[in-house]
C-alpha cells in the first residue's frame, strides 16, 4: 500500500486482478482443505460463542451502515454490503470472492480495498490493546497460561505452524495433487453455478469443506501452505490497488461504511460478549479471527502470549473462512430487497 501510494508499484496491474480471480479461488480451496470440521469443536464453547457475537456485531454494522449511506453510495450500496460482511466475519479472501460474485464496479472495488485495509490494520492495533487497557487488576481470566500438557501443545504447534510450514519436504506429486482438486473444484463449481443458478462462491466453499473430509485430501500436509502463500499474494495485490485517492475519487462513504461497520461490530462483540462473562482476551481473538481472518487470530494469541487461546482462533478463523461467504450472500440478497 505504501509503495502504490508512492508511486513505486502500479495502482492498477493485470497481476492483481488474476490474483483476485483465479488466485482468491485457489487460495480459498487450498485453505479451506485444510479444515478438519472435528478441529472447529475443540474450539470450545467459549471462543465459538465469542464468535458468532462478532458476526452478529457485523451483520448489524453492515446493514446499520447501508440503511445510513445509501443515498451516497448508490445503487451498488446492497454489493458493498455483502462484501464487508464477508470480510468481517472471515477476513480479506471473502471479500474478493464475493466482489467477484457481485461484479462490483472497479472503482467503488478499489476504494472499498483501501477503506478494508486501512480499518483491518487499526483494528488489530485495537484489539492488541484492549485486554490491557480494561483488565480489571484483579481479575485473572485474561492471564497467561503458563502450564498446558505435552499432547496439547503439540496439537497446538502442529496447527499453528500449518499456515507456514508443512514440517516436511513437499513432494511434487503432492503439488500436482493439490493443483488437480483446486483446478477441478474450480471448473465443477462453475459448471454447478451454470446450471444451478446459485454464485460460484457458495459452491466452491462447499466442494471444498466437503473435500477436506477425504482422508487423503486431509492428509495434504501442504495445503494450507500453499493456499497462505497465495493469499499472501493477494493481500500484497490488495495492498497495491489500495490507493487512497480512490477513496477520494469514490468519496469518503466508503470509508465511513467501513467504520459504521467495524465499529458497531467492536460495540457488540465487546458488550455483548462482555456481559455474557466472556473474557477480554478471548472477545479479542475472536473479533481478530472475524475482521481479519486465522492469521491475525494466531498474530493476536501469539503476539499477546495466550498460547492456550492460539488453537482455538484459529479453529474459529477458519470458521469464518467457511461461512463468510454465505453470511455475506445473505446479507447482500437482503440489502438489495430492502433498498430497492
Same mark, same amino acid.
Given at each position: 500500500?505504501?509503495?502504490?501510494?508512492?508511486?513505486?508499484?502500479?495502482?492498477?496491474?493485470?497481476?492483481?486482478?488474476?490474483?483476485?480471480?483465479?488466485?482468491? @479461488?485457489?487460495?480459498?480451496?487450498?485453505?479451506?482443505?485444510?479444515?478438519?470440521?472435528?478441529?472447529?469443536?475443540?474450539?470450545? /464453547?467459549?471462543?465459538?460463542?465469542?464468535?458468532?457475537?462478532?458476526? #452478529?456485531?457485523?451483520?448489524?454494522?453492515?446493514?446499520?451502515?447501508?440503511?445510513?449511506?445509501?443515498?451516497?453510495?448508490?445503487?451498488?450500496?446492497?454489493?458493498?454490503?455483502?462484501?464487508?460482511?464477508?470480510?468481517?466475519?472471515?477476513?480479506?479472501?471473502?471479500?474478493?470472492?464475493?466482489?467477484?460474485?457481485?461484479?462490483? @464496479?472497479?472503482?467503488?472495488?478499489?476504494?472499498?480495498?483501501?477503506?478494508?485495509?486501512?480499518?483491518?490494520?487499526?483494528? #488489530?492495533?485495537?484489539?492488541?490493546?484492549?485486554?490491557?487497557?480494561?483488565?480489571?487488576?484483579?481479575?485473572?481470566?485474561?492471564?497467561?497460561?503458563?502450564?498446558?500438557?505435552? /499432547?496439547?501443545?503439540?496439537?497446538?504447534?502442529?496447527?499453528?505452524?500449518?499456515?507456514?510450514?508443512?514440517?516436511?519436504?513437499?513432494?511434487?506429486?503432492?503439488?500436482?495433487?493439490?493443483?488437480?482438486?483446486?483446478?477441478?473444484?474450480?471448473?465443477?463449481?462453475?459448471?454447478?453455478?451454470?446450471?444451478?443458478?446459485?454464485?460460484?462462491?457458495?459452491?466452491?466453499?462447499?466442494?471444498?469443506?466437503?473435500?477436506?473430509?477425504?482422508?487423503?485430501?486431509?492428509?495434504?500436509?501442504?495445503?494450507?501452505?500453499?493456499?497462505?502463500?497465495?493469499?499472501?499474494?493477494?493481500?500484497?495485490?490488495?495492498?497495491?490497488? @489500495?490507493?487512497?485517492?480512490? =477513496?477520494?475519487?469514490?468519496?469518503?462513504?466508503?470509508?465511513?461504511?467501513?467504520?459504521?461497520?467495524?465499529?458497531?461490530?467492536?460495540?457488540?462483540?465487546?458488550? =455483548?460478549?462482555?456481559?455474557?462473562?466472556?473474557?477480554?482476551?478471548?472477545?479479542?481473538?475472536?473479533?481478530?479471527?472475524?475482521?481479519?481472518?486465522?492469521?491475525?487470530?494466531?498474530?493476536?494469541?501469539?503476539?499477546?502470549?495466550? =498460547?492456550?487461546?492460539?488453537?482455538?482462533?484459529?479453529?474459529?478463523?477458519? #470458521?469464518?473462512?467457511?461461512?463468510?461467504?454465505?453470511?455475506?450472500?445473505?446479507?447482500?440478497?437482503?440489502?438489495?430487497?430492502?433498498?430497492?
Amino acid at each position: 500500500m505504501l509503495l502504490s501510494n508512492t508511486g513505486i508499484l502500479p495502482g492498477e496491474s493485470t497481476t492483481y486482478t488474476a490474483l483476485s480471480d483465479t488466485g482468491v @479461488s485457489l487460495g480459498l480451496v487450498f485453505i479451506l482443505l485444510s479444515i478438519n470440521l472435528k478441529s472447529v469443536l475443540q474450539a470450545g /464453547p467459549r471462543m465459538l460463542a465469542a464468535f458468532a457475537i462478532g458476526a #452478529l456485531g457485523t451483520v448489524v454494522g453492515t446493514t446499520t451502515a447501508s440503511l445510513l449511506l445509501t443515498r451516497a453510495i448508490g445503487p451498488e450500496t446492497w454489493k458493498l454490503a455483502g462484501q464487508y460482511t464477508g470480510t468481517y466475519i472471515g477476513g480479506g479472501v471473502n471479500f474478493a470472492a464475493l466482489g467477484k460474485t457481485f461484479d462490483t @464496479s472497479s472503482s467503488l472495488f478499489s476504494a472499498a480495498v483501501a477503506a478494508d485495509v486501512v480499518l483491518t490494520a487499526v483494528w #488489530l492495533a485495537a484489539c492488541l490493546a484492549v485486554p490491557l487497557l480494561l483488565r480489571r487488576p484483579s481479575h485473572d481470566d485474561d492471564e497467561i497460561s503458563s502450564t498446558f500438557n505435552p /499432547p496439547y501443545k503439540d496439537k497446538l504447534l502442529t496447527l499453528e505452524h500449518k499456515l507456514y510450514t508443512s514440517g516436511r519436504s513437499v513432494h511434487i506429486l503432492e503439488l500436482a495433487a493439490l493443483v488437480s482438486i483446486g483446478v477441478g473444484a474450480l471448473w465443477l463449481s462453475e459448471w454447478l453455478e451454470l446450471t444451478s443458478g446459485l454464485p460460484r462462491v457458495l459452491w466452491l466453499t462447499t466442494l471444498a469443506i466437503t473435500a477436506s473430509q477425504i482422508r487423503f485430501i486431509g492428509e495434504l500436509r501442504s495445503s494450507a501452505l500453499v493456499g497462505n502463500y497465495i493469499i499472501m499474494l493477494f493481500l500484497a495485490g490488495n495492498g497495491a490497488q @489500495s490507493v487512497l485517492a480512490n =477513496i477520494v475519487e469514490v468519496g469518503p462513504s466508503v470509508l465511513y461504511f467501513a467504520m459504521i461497520t467495524v465499529g458497531l461490530h467492536g460495540l457488540v462483540i465487546f458488550g =455483548i460478549g462482555r456481559l455474557a462473562g466472556l473474557d477480554l482476551a478471548t472477545l479479542a481473538i475472536a473479533s481478530q479471527a472475524n475482521v481479519g481472518g486465522a492469521a491475525s487470530a494466531m498474530a493476536m494469541a501469539g503476539s499477546r502470549g495466550y =498460547i492456550d487461546k492460539l488453537l482455538p482462533g484459529i479453529a474459529v478463523g477458519l #470458521l469464518g473462512y467457511a461461512t463468510g461467504n454465505y453470511i455475506g450472500f445473505g446479507v447482500a440478497t437482503l440489502m438489495r430487497a430492502w433498498l430497492g
